[in-house]
């Protein structure tokens, strides 16, 4: 069964605004914590669309990794999904939702993932480590487009 994490953030820009900046998959660079030497391998231009694929480098616990995702959803500007193909965990599914609120926009990241080391090691290495990427990228937006929270 898949562990859950939502994350959400209110920003002053409208989705029509925010939606090209999550677009652009070499943005995932500036909002990846540096720790993880996350680099996006594929080359520009990335037409995103249902069925793109996208190739990263990332280093996890100092072990090089090759993580490839499929984005399955995209509806600009109100959503879209991205799934691993092949990478670190079992499973990855990363839902982008940008939703009206008052004269702003609310971003909500949900990603549904399942350990690559079983229940295990999931608790004691595996959460902490995904609620510190996301924690990294609310502080990265929030200093990018001066997020609400």
């Not at 993880?36 to 996890?60: C, K, N, Q």
């Not at 990228?137 to 997020?147: E, N, W």
């Amino acid at each position: 069964m898949p562990k859950a994490l939502e994350r959400c953030q209110r920003f002053r820009q409208s989705r029509e605004e925010l939606f090209p900046f999550f677009a652009d998959a070499f943005n995932l660079e500036r909002i990846t914590p540096p720790w993880l030497g996350f680099r996006v391998l594929t080359p520009a231009p990335i037409e995103m669309r249902v069925g793109a694929l996208i190739d990263y480098r990332l280093s996890l616990y100092g072990i090089p990794v090759r993580w490839r995702t499929e984005i399955r959803g995209w509806d600009p500007p109100y959503r879209f999904v991205d799934a691993q193909l092949r990478g670190p965990y079992r499973q990855w599914v990363h839902e982008h939702r940008f939703e009206d609120d008052g004269d702003g926009c609310l971003m909500i990241d949900r990603v549904e993932y399942i350990s690559p080391l079983g229940w295990l090691v999931h608790r004691p290495l595996v959460t902490p480590q995904v609620e510190q990427i996301f924690d990294y990228r609310c502080d990265a937006l929030r200093k990018i487009f001066g997020s609400e929270g």
